[in-house]
T-cell receptor
């Protein structure tokens, strides 16, 4: 069983739609990261959460520590948001455990 | 904006050869990491490095792997005798603080192909 599960694995939506990507984890963590992987392979950090909610532009990330669940929301989605979104949880002080990623495609 | 740079972007090598992947982390960062992603699979943690020593490593990071910071700016990953299954994208990352409290900055990756 994977320690970090993301859903859905693939998501296709129309421009302007509200997007939600979910992440569930089965281990104790000290923090959770949301990352974006571009089609070319590069990885960009979007959020680091240990509790509550964070917002950056059209992106919102929430975490519920008791339920071991986090969500990433994108409002007013745009084709440039098309990427793989990865949830990664921090175990201990340094080790990140990654989910398998959610491939998001936004059609114009 | 400061960035993490990695070289080479792509390296092709023969099985059994030694490979060194290089990374220049952001200059004032203190924590350095290597991750790998086999094609079509999820990203995996390899090793973290702080204060000139390994602070944590995964089961993947066996005796064939080593890391060092030879000159205070570069951070290298060496694979002593490459295997076919070492073919992957290798990402370097750095943070000013530990991964759980600070933002992680990733390089663009080095693609290693072992023939």
């Amino acid at each position: 069983k994977n320690e970090v599960e993301q859903s859905p694995q693939n998501l296709t939506a129309q421009e302007g739609e509200f997007i939600t990507i979910n992440c569930s984890y089965s281990v104790g963590i000290s923090a959770l990261h949301w990352l974006q992987q571009h089609p070319g392979g590069g990885i960009v950090s979007l959020f680091m959460l240990s509790s509550g909610k964070k917002k950056h532009g059209r992106l919102i990330a929430t975490i519920n520590i008791q339920e071991k669940h986090s969500s990433l929301h994108i409002t007013a989605s745009h084709p440039r948001d098309s990427a793989v979104y990865i949830c990664a949880v921090l175990q201990g002080a340094q080790k990140l455990v990654f989910g398998q990623g959610t491939r998001l495609t936004i059609n114009p | 904006e400061p960035e993490v740079t990695q070289t080479p972007s792509h390296q092709v090598t023969q099985m059994g050869q030694e490979v060194i992947l290089r990374c220049v982390p952001i200059s004032n960062h203190l924590y350095f990491y290597w991750y790998r992603q086999i094609l079509g699979q999820k990203v995996e943690f390899l090793v973290s490095f702080y204060n000139n020593e390994i602070s944590e490593k995964s089961e993947i990071f066996d005796d064939q792997f080593s890391v060092e910071r030879p000159d205070g700016s570069n951070f290298t990953l060496k694979i002593r005798s490459t295997k076919l299954e070492d073919s992957a994208m290798y990402f370097c990352a750095s943070s000013g603080d530990r991964a759980h409290t600070g933002e992680l900055f990733f390089g663009e990756g080095s693609r290693l192909t072992v023939l």
